[in-house]
């Protein structure tokens, strides 16, 4: 199987390349940057003047789209949140234009989403078919983005949305700053405590993202998180007994706002998610359970 990626280089992205090669599968990854290809990884040229990735991903069998500038990178401007939205807006535009270009269009793409479409609660319970949705700058880019995706329907091609959880890797997203002051020895409760971590071993991501494309019933939005979401303080007392640091100190809400802004939101709001679809599917999670995934990680 033939398939393409953009945002190939991320966090997410590094760990699907691998786990598609490891089972003999090619990968075409679209970058901006000149690297090397190899006999399974290829890298195609995008997004610069004059490039015709076209040329090189008629016959791509199926497409996972990462692309976009990470929530995590800097405070919440009104600049960089246009930053955020823009990306996402045009790489999957860019998508789209090569999905008309090509004869042979893919018959699958899997396109990246998050959980922050859902409102902050701490009593409800989301699933896929929770029409609940938030009002804030992530939930209204993640609704777009998904629309955004969805025409790609027009082209026969099978969309699937991955609607991420906290991704949880060793060197990469969340958890090295969720660890960092544990390892310090001055973790403890963040805000109340109460908001819900949705959480998910980002390979256990790699294997949701496989899992959508090698079935072929499987289309419409999907929850990549673990079935064991922890509250706050539960995870932090976790994290803490895992890396043998103790759970003590508390960060108050109103410093983190003072320092983070907006973006504070990611972790003095959160969601209970359960991945039904993937459930209900047969998926099977490497790393169902928090202590099992932390375990591995920091191994």
Same mark, same amino acid.
């Given at each position: 199987?033939?398939?393409?990626?953009?945002?190939?280089?991320?966090?997410?992205?590094?760990?699907?390349?691998?786990?598609?090669?490891?089972?003999?599968?090619?990968?075409?990854?679209?970058?901006?940057?000149?690297?090397?290809?190899?006999?399974?990884?290829?890298?195609?040229?995008?997004?610069?003047? !004059?490039?015709?990735?076209?040329?090189?991903?008629?016959?791509? $069998?199926?497409?996972?789209? &990462?692309?976009? *500038?990470?929530? +995590? =990178?800097?405070?919440?401007?009104?600049?960089?949140?246009?930053?955020?939205?823009?990306?996402?807006?045009?790489?999957?535009?860019?998508?789209?234009?090569?999905?008309?270009?090509?004869?042979?269009?893919?018959?699958?793409?899997?396109?990246?989403?998050?959980?922050?479409?859902?409102?902050?609660?701490?009593?409800?319970?989301?699933?896929?078919?929770?029409?609940?949705?938030?009002?804030?700058?992530?939930?209204?880019?993640?609704?777009?983005?998904?629309?955004?995706?969805?025409?790609?329907?027009?082209?026969?091609?099978?969309?699937?949305?991955?609607?991420?959880?906290?991704?949880?890797?060793?060197?990469?997203?969340?958890?090295?700053?969720?660890?960092?002051?544990?390892?310090?020895?001055?973790?403890?409760?963040?805000?109340? !405590?109460?908001?819900?971590?949705?959480?998910?071993?980002?390979? $256990?991501?790699?294997?949701? &993202?496989?899992? *959508?494309?090698? +079935? =072929?019933?499987?289309?419409?939005?999907?929850?990549?998180?673990?079935?064991?979401?922890?509250?706050?303080?539960?995870?932090?007392?976790?994290?803490?007994?895992?890396?043998?640091?103790?759970?003590?100190?508390?960060?108050?809400?109103?410093?983190?706002?003072?320092?983070?802004?907006?973006?504070?939101?990611?972790?003095?709001?959160?969601?209970?998610?359960?991945?039904?679809?993937?459930?209900?599917?047969?998926?099977?999670?490497?790393?169902?359970?928090?202590?099992?995934?932390?375990?591995?990680?920091?191994?």
């Amino acid at each position: 199987m033939k398939v393409a990626i953009t945002g190939g280089s991320g966090f997410v992205g590094k760990e699907i390349t691998n786990l598609l090669t490891e089972n003999g599968h090619e990968v075409y990854i679209l970058t901006r940057s000149s690297k090397p290809s190899n006999d399974l990884v290829h890298m195609v040229k995008w997004l610069g003047d !004059g490039d015709k990735p076209e040329d090189q991903l008629n016959g791509v $069998d199926a497409w996972i789209n &990462l692309a976009g *500038a990470s929530i +995590n =990178e800097g405070r919440w401007t009104e600049e960089q949140k246009q930053k955020i939205y823009d990306s996402r807006m045009k790489a999957t535009d860019e998508v789209l234009r090569i999905f008309e270009a090509v004869s042979k269009k893919p018959t699958i793409l899997v396109n990246a989403s998050a959980i922050g479409i859902y409102p902050p609660s701490e009593q409800a319970t989301y699933t896929e078919k929770s029409s609940s949705r938030g009002s804030d700058f992530l939930a209204k880019t993640v609704e777009e983005w998904e629309k955004k995706a969805s025409q790609a329907e027009q082209y026969g091609t099978r969309v699937a949305c991955g609607r991420f959880g906290i991704i949880l890797g060793k060197d990469e997203g969340a958890l090295p700053l969720m660890s960092l002051p544990y390892k310090m020895g001055v973790g403890g409760k963040v805000g109340s !405590g109460n908001q819900w971590v949705s959480w998910v071993h980002v390979s $256990d991501v790699a294997k949701a &993202l496989l899992y *959508a494309i090698e +079935n =072929e019933n499987f289309k419409g939005p999907f929850n990549v998180t673990s079935p064991d979401s922890k509250q706050m303080n539960d995870f932090g007392k976790i994290l803490g007994d895992i890396l043998n640091r103790p759970h003590w100190i508390p960060v108050p809400s109103f410093a983190l706002k003072l320092v983070l802004g907006d973006k504070s939101q990611l972790v003095l709001e959160g969601q209970r998610v359960m991945p039904d679809k993937l459930l209900t599917h047969g998926f099977k999670f490497t790393y169902p359970d928090l202590p099992t995934a932390l375990k591995n990680i920091y191994a």
